[in-house]
């Protein structure tokens, strides 16, 4: 089996680029005219030689599909296999398509493990580095019900939602972040370049400047000559962060702080309890018992102080404990999450009732980060005020005082 690369262009005109397994090129030729394409070029590719370059490209980019390129895939996935088309010619159709040549190889990769014989859960089982472990389980659990298809919609969900929640956590961010960019910005250009201009006609009358005029012009000379060093301190800074935060026992700390600073804290338990319910949720919805899909959900947790309270909890229901009570002890879920699950568990409803205790946790975080960002504008606005008047007062009280002598 080897790979090809083609260009080829479809009835409308559009050109289209992909990848195709075949057999030989002949056999590659007709499986696109097959497919209504007109062939413009195709090249052989080596198979291990495409691998090693994969695995290069992958490691590189830390060996993981982007959260957005992973959920398309998974969309796309569940419409092909809801339309009642085999997993190999659903994953044909995929490599054809235009979602770029990363994921056109993965799509070629899992679909010559179908062809070798393995199950589709096998064959992601084999990228690891793509497929998280709760993902190749919920496949595995559709396949063994025979659910396949309506797992994946399940999983392109619960994607697409978890890709809302962090998206929704950095819009609350972004306006108040520029706001107060832009100001420090323009306080900065007022410092170097305005403030001096004007207040050097005020020195030649022998007038000693008031105080604060003469701190702006400090703060104003000192910008001005060491801002190049001030941006690669704060550049280094970053850098020496991250690479801080790789640190096990650091990151430990961090994390620790996080969940002791009174708003950040909220927030953080908020986000990490809704992806954890979703988490949980899907693979229950899966059809996997309850010990085995609390054991994947941990893997969802980013702060590992959260993450040890959600393995103690696991380790709770395999000594026989009752869901309900093992999560009790998880701070993460709010009361109403834990509510809703014990009402699940005594009703035998427990998949629904944690999707729901999800919803109602997303929902609360999402009001929280409107409420935060709402907050946080007026703030931006009174610090932006009280720059431009601290620059407006260092310029305009040399006048003043220059007013009084005069009167004098």
């Known amino acids: 089996m080897s790979a090809f690369h083609y260009t080829a262009y479809d009835g409308d005109g559009r050109r289209v680029k992909g990848v195709l397994t075949a057999d030989t090129e002949q056999r590659a030729r007709q499986e696109l005219r097959a497919a209504g394409l007109f062939l413009d070029?195709?090249?052989?590719?080596?198979?291990?030689?495409g691998r090693v370059k994969d695995?290069?490209?992958?490691?590189?980019?830390g060996g993981k599909l982007s959260p957005d390129a992973l959920a398309m895939l998974t969309r796309q996935l569940a419409v092909l296999l809801g339309a009642e088309l085999p997993v190999e010619e659903s994953l044909k159709l995929l490599m054809g398509a235009s979602t770029g040549a990363t994921l056109n190889r993965l799509a070629a990769e899992l679909r010559d493990g179908v062809r070798d014989g393995r199950l589709l859960s096998g064959a992601m089982a084999q990228r690891p580095a793509a497929f998280p472990e709760y993902y190749v389980a919920a496949i595995q659990a559709?396949?063994?019900?025979?659910?396949?298809?309506?797992?994946?919609?399940?999983?392109?969900?619960f994607l697409e939602t978890r890709q809302a929640v962090r998206e929704g956590a950095l819009t609350a961010l972004i306006y108040p972040a520029f706001v107060g960019a832009v100001s420090l910005l323009v306080a900065g250009v007022l410092l170097v370049n305005v403030a001096p201009e004007l207040t050097a006609l005020f020195e030649q009358t022998g007038q000693p400047l008031p105080r604060i005029t003469e701190i702006s012009l400090a703060l104003g000379g000192f910008i001005g000559r060491f801002w190049p060093g001030m941006i690669l301190g704060l550049v280094g800074f970053g850098l020496a962060l991250r690479g801080l935060m790789a640190v096990p026992r650091m990151r430990r700390a961090a994390d620790r702080l996080a969940?002791?600073?009174?708003?950040?804290?909220r927030l953080a338990r908020l986000r990490a309890g809704a992806i954890y319910l979703r988490t949980l949720a899907l693979i229950l919805n899966s059809g996997l018992p309850a010990s085995t899909a609390m054991g994947f959900a941990v893997g969802a947790l980013g702060n590992t102080t959260l993450r040890q309270e959600a393995e103690a909890a696991a380790l709770r229901i395999e000594e026989g404990r009752r869901i309900s009570t093992a999560l009790a002890q998880v701070t993460a879920l709010p009361p109403i999450?834990?509510?809703?699950?014990e009402t699940g568990e005594r009703t035998g409803r427990l998949p629904e009732m944690t999707?729901?205790?999800a919803g109602i946790t997303e929902r609360t975080l999402a009001t929280l980060q409107k409420r935060l960002s709402t907050l946080l504008e007026p703030l931006m606005m009174i610090l932006v005020g009280a720059l431009v008047l601290t620059i407006v007062l260092s310029v305009l009280l040399p006048i003043f005082d220059l007013q009084t002598s005069f009167v004098v």
């Open 41 to 49: 070029r195709i090249v052989a590719t080596n198979p291990a030689e």
């Open 55 to 61: 695995a290069m490209r992958l490691a590189r980019r």
């Open 142 to 157: 559709g396949e063994k019900s025979g659910r396949l298809a309506e797992v994946l919609e399940t999983l392109a969900d």
């Open 259 to 265: 969940l002791k600073l009174p708003l950040v804290a």
């Open 337 to 341: 999450a834990l509510q809703l699950i």
């Open 355 to 357: 999707e729901r205790a």
